[in-house]
């Protein structure tokens, strides 16, 4: 299921739905981003268990339920430290350990107030705020060059850096 997009960073599609696919993403140093629908986590969790990765924090990029959804269950199963945006109301049992805001350091990457996502690499020598990357600009992100372009465009708006 979790599929190798770039070195060390893997997309786990845990459903597809008639909008688009339902996923996080899972970095070797240990980060997962985002977390899925409640009904997804299973698969969520299968996925991760196949990259042999120690899932140590979880990173909420915003609250909306396809990435808020298995909240619970990675934290009852895996006991990351958790961090969410500040202003972020999350529906769930457990509180996050950690909120945060715009340019502050969360494992290897650094945040960045962006509607489309919230974290970019601080391993490349620039800011893609759409993806933690190499690429420079948002003419470079192709829905064929990187899978977060495929997300935004979906939602009918283009990141920019």
Known sequence: MPTELLPSVYDITCTETETGRIR???????TLVDCGLPDTTDALLEGIAQTDITVDRLVITHADRDHVGGFDTVIQELSPETYVPVGAELDTEYNSDHRYADGEEIG?????????????????????????????????????????????????STPTT
Request: proline letters at 5%.
């Open 24 to 30: 996080a993403f899972l970095f070797d140093d240990g």
């Open 108 to 156: 290897s990457f650094e945040t960045v107030n962006h509607p489309a996502t919230a974290i970019t690499s601080k391993r490349s020598s620039t800011r893609c705020a759409a993806w933690p990357c190499s690429r420079t600009s948002s003419r470079e992100r192709t829905s064929a060059a990187c899978p977060m372009a495929t997300s935004t465009s979906r939602r009918g």
